[in-house]
């Protein structure tokens, strides 16, 4: 069983950043972070091979979002920049160690964590 924990969501204005944070409590194969807007089905944005490192982004925020690793600390973060409001949502942290799956299976993502609301004013 792998517990995350997500920090970091706030609000800020169109243009600006925000950093999320995903501690977890062991090590995956893969984490990811996902959104979903009420109403609609939760959308995978980012994914980290833990080991590799290899990144993979949705085409609604590659460019604009980072997702990045602290080994050490078993934390996964996302950078996201040049924020819009559409952007505005729950973001949830993700990991499995489907390892045969890859990063990029959305559905095979079992642990989640509580959430953090990112809302940007135009």
């Known amino acids: 069983q792998v517990q995350l924990v997500e920090s970091g969501g706030g609000s800020v204005q169109a243009g600006g950043s925000l950093k999320l944070s995903c501690a977890a409590s062991s090590r995956s194969w893969c984490m990811a972070w996902f959104r979903q807007v009420p109403g609609k089905e939760r959308e995978g944005i980012a994914s980290?091979?833990?080991?590799?490192?290899?990144?993979y982004y949705a085409g609604s925020v590659k460019g604009r979002f980072t997702i990045s690793q602290d080994n050490g600390k078993n934390t996964v973060y996302l950078q996201m920049k040049t924020l819009k409001p559409e952007d505005t949502t729950m973001y949830y942290c993700?990991?499995?160690?489907?390892?045969?799956?890859?990063?990029?299976?959305?559905?095979?993502?079992?642990?989640w964590g509580q959430g953090t609301q990112v809302t940007i004013s135009s």
């Open positions: 980290i091979q833990i080991l590799g490192g290899s990144t």
């Open positions: 993700a990991a499995h160690s489907r390892v045969a799956n890859g990063c990029r299976s959305w559905s095979s993502y079992s642990y």
